[in-house]
């Protein structure tokens, strides 16, 4: 390669090398530029911890237990009442992660699960439920298929919650 007086060939070892204003840097191997590199990285999303959860459950004192807990641990926590609100408080400002119970009036969380994969395919939802006269263990495989990445059976310890939690990354 030639060089002309307004560039500066610089090999990949040549870490030395110190460019003045006007000379334009040329890399032996391309893909090697700063500039390749970024290019490259900004299609590679970056992962964080949870921030934000929207919780779902029909029964006020399981909402404001968890609202409690999840803001005592840093989290930022918007309560819904059934899969309805849910939908909506997500369509306003979407959350790192839903928390969703299975059985609530209105629309249920299968069918929350449902419609949020279908529209926001890469949303990370918990399903949770404790209706003893259904097949607890049916109800949430049936959650699992449906998009739910973790599953739980109430009472939920809140440790095992927590540790899902900080697990994730969005």
Same mark, same amino acid.
């Given at each position: 390669?030639?060089? =002309?007086?307004?560039?500066?060939?610089?090999?990949?070892?040549?870490?030395?090398?110190?460019?003045?204003?006007?000379?334009?840097?040329?890399?032996?191997? /391309?893909?090697?530029?700063?500039?390749?590199?970024?290019?490259? #990285?900004?299609?590679?999303?970056?992962?964080?911890?949870?921030?934000?959860? #929207?919780?779902?459950?029909?029964?006020? /004192?399981?909402?404001?237990?968890? !609202?409690?807990? #999840?803001?005592?641990? +840093?989290?930022?926590?918007?309560?819904?009442?059934? +899969?309805?609100?849910?939908?909506?408080? &997500?369509?306003?400002?979407?959350?790192?992660?839903?928390?969703?119970?299975?059985?609530?009036?209105?629309? =249920? +969380?299968?069918? %929350?699960? #449902?419609?949020?994969?279908?529209? &926001? /395919? =890469?949303?990370?939802?918990?399903?949770?439920?404790?209706?003893? &006269?259904?097949?607890?263990?049916?109800? %949430?495989?049936?959650?699992?298929?449906?998009?739910?990445?973790?599953?739980?059976? !109430? /009472?939920?310890?809140?440790?095992?919650? %927590?540790?899902?939690?900080?697990? %994730?990354?969005?």
């Amino acid at each position: 390669m030639k060089a =002309d007086s307004n560039r500066k060939i610089i090999s990949p070892d040549d870490q030395a090398a110190s460019v003045s204003q006007n000379q334009e840097t040329v890399y032996d191997n /391309p893909s090697e530029s700063p500039e390749t590199i970024i290019e490259d #990285l900004a299609d590679t999303p970056v992962k964080r911890p949870v921030k934000s959860i #929207l919780f779902a459950d029909d029964e006020e /004192p399981v909402r404001r237990l968890f !609202k409690a807990a #999840l803001e005592k641990f +840093g989290y930022q926590v918007r309560l819904a009442t059934n +899969g309805n609100e849910a939908m909506a408080l &997500f369509h306003e400002d979407p959350a790192d992660l839903i928390i969703t119970d299975i059985f609530m009036p209105e629309k =249920d +969380g299968h069918t %929350l699960i #449902l419609e949020v994969k279908q529209e &926001f /395919p =890469d949303v990370h939802i918990f399903a949770i439920t404790g209706k003893d &006269f259904f097949d607890i263990h049916m109800e %949430l495989d049936i959650a699992k298929t449906l998009g739910a990445i973790q599953v739980f059976s !109430k /009472p939920i310890k809140l440790s095992q919650l %927590l540790a899902a939690i900080k697990a %994730l990354s969005v």
